[in-house]
């Protein structure tokens, strides 16, 4: 629980300065481009978090990395305290994506540690949509202090400050999951590992997760100036709600996923994921903050089915060691999803109108779906990587190799010994 506690607690903090922005924009004189290359900065320090510390975990041990993240978090909020410049915005993006880098692997891995074996699908719903729940929580508790209380460019980092500090004690009182193993350094090394088994998962679970992790860029780094410029509202807790109409869904559609094989969840997944984006640009076009709201809402349970089910995939059959390089790999593909569309779209921010930017992020998920919807396939029904299954028996058979907490059984013990 301290684990789920601290990934929530890790992205409310990444999403305390959206409804901010705004104010930096009339106040401080920050751009749309200067905005979107504070996403860029922070998925940045993201991804060299996650590929250079991405393992330490598993040679420091769970709860001291991530306790290091929370830590390099709490620095982030401290430094957001005094915002008056892009530099200190971007100083400070950076030092949280570091520590989200950090977390995002750690703590998941933690999470799925922990994690009791049934229901099969909890570990892999409480790893995937604890960061959307922490996005959507910061995101609706910023607007609403920047709107309702006192020091509005202040008190929500306070705010993020007090409750990392609290998961940093929980944290520390919790039992370890993993033995360290020395040396540390070598985790350092910039590398990617997958296991045989499930690599044939990853240009599908690329699309996936480069599609929806991108909108949810596109959310954070251009929904306040189409909040306000498009659809006509000012309040910063309206702006909050948008961000969070998008991203809470996710984890009303993670169990629906949950429960289907990663094959159908990642089809119907990204069909209403597309659905919703379709929707999504109609309002724009519109002018309609409703119809936003509603097809926002449709396009999160969309990514909560699809991305629960990539996970799970990516999961079967992992170890203990594997899971730490498991969710480096993930969240790097996530990350540059978010990182380069935003470059992108932030540099053509000055040439196009931000409808028009949207219908680009549309035409992102349209290609992904149709890769998803030709390409997805389940989990091989073995240890060698041969072959794979599209019924259910394909976790039942995993689960003959690896006990409720991820360890090799005898059986795979001997498979492991015999080389295959």
């Known amino acids: ?45 993201t991804m060299v978090g996650l590929l ?15 306790m290091a993240s929370l830590g390099l978090l ?62 959507s929580i910061g995101a609706i508790a910023s607007g609403a202090l920047v709107q309702f209380g006192p020091w509005p460019r202040d008190l929500i980092y306070l705010v993020c ?26 985790s350092l090394l910039p590398r990617v590992i997958i296991p045989a088994q499930v690599r044939h998962l990853l240009p599908v679970a690329a699309a996936v997760l480069l599609a929806t992790w991108a909108t949810g860029a596109f ?21 909050g709600l948008v961000f969070a109409a998008y991203m809470a869904p996710s984890v009303l559609g993670a169990p629906i996923g949950g429960r289907s094989t990663p094959l159908v969840a990642q089809r119907v997944g990204m069909i209403i994921f597309l659905a919703g984006m379709i ?12 119809l936003f709201i509603i097809a926002s809402i449709v396009a999160g349970v969309g990514q909560g089915v699809a991305t629960s089910g990539t996970t799970r995939g990516l999961l079967h059959g992992s170890t203990l060691i594997d899971r730490a390089s498991i969710f480096s790999a993930v969240y790097l593909i996530c990350y540059s999803g978010a990182a380069f569309p935003s470059l992108i779209s932030g540099k053509l921010s000055n040439t196009f109108s ?19 919807i030709l390409g997805a396939r389940n989990p091989n029904t073995d240890a060698t990587g041969n072959g794979s299954s599209d019924s259910s028996s394909t976790l039942d058979d995993a689960a003959a190799l690896y006990d409720a907490r991820g360890r090799p059984t005898d059986t795979a013990a001997r498979l492991q010994a015999a080389g295959q």
């Open 161 to 186: 400050a007090g409750f990392l500090s609290v998961s940093a004690v929980l944290l520390a009182i919790s039992p370890e999951t993993v033995t360290p193993t020395p040396p540390a350094w070598r």
């Open 219 to 239: 959310y954070q780094a251009f929904v306040p100036a189409l909040v306000e410029d498009q659809l006509h509202a000012r309040s910063p807790l309206i702006l």
């Open 74 to 135: 709490l620095l982030g909020c401290l430094l957001l305290l005094n915002v008056h410049n892009i530099s200190t915005l971007l100083a400070g993006r950076i030092l949280m994506g570091v520590g989200t880098g950090l977390a995002s692997s750690t703590l998941t891995s933690y999470i799925v540690d922990a994690a009791p074996a049934r229901p099969e699908w909890l570990a892999s719903v409480a790893s995937s949509q604890g960061p959307m729940l922490g996005l």
């Open 1 to 45: 629980m301290s684990a789920v506690v601290s990934l929530v607690a890790s992205f409310a903090a990444a999403a305390a300065p959206i409804p901010l922005y705004n104010i930096y924009r009339a106040e401080d004189g920050f751009t749309n481009f200067g905005i979107s290359m504070a996403i860029v900065t922070y998925t940045v320090g």
């Open 354 to 372: 931000l409808p028009q930017i949207a219908f680009g992020y549309g035409v992102l998920a349209l290609g992904a779906t149709l890769f998803t």
């Open 279 to 290: 929707g999504i640009i109609t309002a724009i076009t519109a002018g309609t903050l409703a």
């Open 52 to 66: 250079v510390l991405g393992r330490l975990s598993n040679h420091l041990g769970r709860r001291l990395t991530a």
